[in-house]
């Protein structure tokens, strides 16, 4: 196996003990800090060559959320590391019990494309500080940034303990052969499937970050240009190319009505009467996805946007209707800036349409009234929720960010990151000599 010495090498650190200490894990996450720092500028013009990032969505949803991450862990590390005592019973009352956060081992990060430094750096982030050695994977199709961290990255952190494996598909593959202590992916469920089946053979624990077709019902009581503007932001960031965007709304057939015309100026304030020559308004990111995504518009009908450009990866801010349940649109996750929206005749054929479905990494709802809101959250299950707005739930490291079902396994961010890269142990120290009683 091509990867079985790095392995065992990064695996011969770990055992060392090198990664236990506080202050090792907060010199890594430090000099994390400064390659974010140093090289901000390399990112934001990989990013660009990548998919065409505009610079304020990179330093938002990229370099942002890394630093409020590393800024988070750093502070509250010594309480997270803390063991926890417990309650005893009468026959331990003199003995000591507590949980010890353990690091796992030798884990392994797969990170994806469309926001490539921050869904590999942030779980990184979680493993340094649970004090584990690590093997990352970057995506191969945003090649720009995966040579740049595969050549930068390395500089910064300890090679004893840490380690950038570059590989497509079939190296990957070969790369999941070895056993790893624990891993974290962030992809497609398709993939996600082989990932596990991968883990499965060694017993493997993971965690998987997937997608979904996240909903967003809204309600008739609300202010419509304020939906179309968040729900605007929330679908076309990043071309639509966000695992928790806004995949379809549902709405009464008055509330399109309203609605398209509101999208329509949302959609121009935002990139202009011509969206391609927008710098604020990202490209797919390569020929087989664009053909993906371009296939899908043949669900329903455009009625704002639908334009395309095969060379430059462009696909218009679109927003379709007629679309029918059983379109292709509606068979898989978008994962690119196409907005369909059904109509409903009430919530409740909005809440039965979406839990007739897979439960989705994201749930939206619009409404003015409080208890459409706390209906929609209660009788419906989602990895995230969020009302009257879209996206803004997982900027939150308060929050645990992680899908449900087809939606992913697991969670992550601020402490549910160190959490999830740390083995609860279950620790009792008795005394000795007390046989008597």
């Known amino acids: 196996n091509p990867h079985a010495g790095l392995v065992s090498r990064l695996r011969a650190a770990w055992l060392s003990g090198k990664t236990r200490p506080m202050e090792y894990r907060v010199t890594q996450l430090e000099a994390l800090g400064r390659f974010l ?13 990548d998919m065409r990032k505009p610079s304020f969505e990179v330093e938002l949803s990229e370099i942002s959320i890394c630093r409020s991450e590393l800024n988070h862990t750093l502070n509250n590390l010594s309480t997270w590391m803390k063991d926890e005592h417990v309650e005893k019973n009468w026959a ?4 000591l019990a507590f949980i010890r956060k353990d690091p796992y081992g030798v884990v392994l990060i797969i990170a994806p494309w469309n926001y490539p430094i921050n ?22 199709i945003s090649r720009n940034v995966e040579r740049l961290v595969a050549e930068m990255l390395p500089r910064y952190l300890d090679k004893d303990c840490f380690a950038v494996v570059t590989a497509g598909m079939e190296e990957t593959t070969r790369l999941l052969e070895n056993k790893f202590d624990y891993i974290f992916f962030t992809g497609s469920p398709s993939v996600g499937r082989i990932v596990m089946a991968a883990a499965a053979k060694h017993l493997t624990p993971m965690t998987l970050e997937l997608g979904g077709k996240n909903p967003c019902y809204v309600s008739d009581s609300c202010d419509v240009q304020t939906v179309a503007r968040r729900v605007a932001w929330g679908r076309f960031f990043n071309a639509g190319q966000t695992c928790v965007a806004p995949d379809y709304v549902l709405c009464s057939a008055e509330m399109q009505e309203k609605l398209l015309p509101a999208l329509r100026k949302a959609i121009d304030e935002f990139y202009g009467p011509n969206p391609q020559e927008s710098p604020d308004f990202a490209r797919i990111v390569g020929d087989k996805q664009f053909q993906r995504v371009q296939a899908l518009l043949r669900s329903g009908h455009a009625a704002i946007g639908g334009q395309m450009d095969a060379e430059a990866h462009y696909i218009a801010p679109t927003v379709l209707v007629d679309v029918q349940q059983d379109d292709p649109i509606m068979q898989e996750e978008i994962f690119g800036p196409i907005l369909p929206i059904l109509t409903v005749a009430s919530m409740d054929d909005a809440i039965t349409f979406i839990n007739a479905r897979e439960r989705p990494l994201a749930l939206y709802v619009f409404s003015s009234c409080k208890k459409v809101v706390n209906q929609v959250l209660e009788r419906t299950s989602s990895g995230g929720f969020c009302a009257n707005d879209t996206i803004m739930h997982m900027t939150l490291t308060s929050l645990p960010f992680g899908g449900i079902g087809q939606s992913g396994l697991g969670r992550y961010h601020g402490r549910f990151s160190f959490e999830t890269f740390s083995h609860p142990r279950a620790a009792l120290l008795r005394g000795a000599g007390r046989e008597a009683l």
Do not use: F, H
């Open 119 to 140: 869904l590999l750096l942030v779980p990184l982030i979680g493993a340094i500080a649970a004090g584990n050695c690590v093997v990352m994977k970057p995506s191969e």
């Open 92 to 95: 331990t009352q003199l003995d």
């Open 37 to 49: 720092d140093e090289k901000q500028q390399d990112i934001l013009e990989a990013t660009t060559l």
